[in-house]
Nanobody, 124 residues
Framework: QVQLVESGGGLVQAGGSLRLSCAAS????????MGWFRQAPGKEREFVAA????????GYADSAKGRFTISRDNAKNTVYLQMNSLKPEDTAVYYC?????????????????WGQGTQVTVSS
């Protein structure tokens, strides 16, 4: 069993930055692929970014490319999402997820564990 706890969300002005963190419990964190998803009010949950187990491979949604960066520190059982040049349309609850398969995954059904989410609000 893996427990995930996100932090780092908040209110930021458009053009600003935030860094989300996701702390994971469990000894097998370093073998899991990790991903970030988000869900805005009235919309379905959508993929944002993912990292394979070693962080050598990552994937991004088109909306995140060039602005967001996913990274992980396996020694600290933590994955990060650095978000720059934030836009009002980035406003959502952001979720961290872990997949037993160590490869990059972009669909929510491929993830086995989820955090409770952290709110990100970008004001115009």
């Amino acid at each position: 069993q893996v427990q995930l706890v996100e932090s780092g969300g908040g209110l930021v002005q458009a053009g600003g930055s935030l860094r989300l963190s996701c702390a994971a419990s469990g000894r097998t964190f370093s073998t899991y692929a990790m991903g970030w998803f988000r869900q805005a009010p009235g919309k379905e949950r959508e993929f944002v970014a993912a990292s394979n187990w070693s962080s050598r491979t990552s994937g991004y949604a088109d909306s995140a490319k060039g602005r967001f960066t996913i990274s992980r520190d396996n020694a600290k059982n933590t994955v990060y999402l650095q978000m720059n040049s934030l836009k009002p349309e980035d406003t959502a609850v952001y979720y961290c997820a872990a997949a037993r398969s160590g490869n990059v995954r972009s669909t929510s059904s491929e993830y086995d564990y989820w955090g409770q989410g952290t709110q990100v609000t970008v004001s115009s």
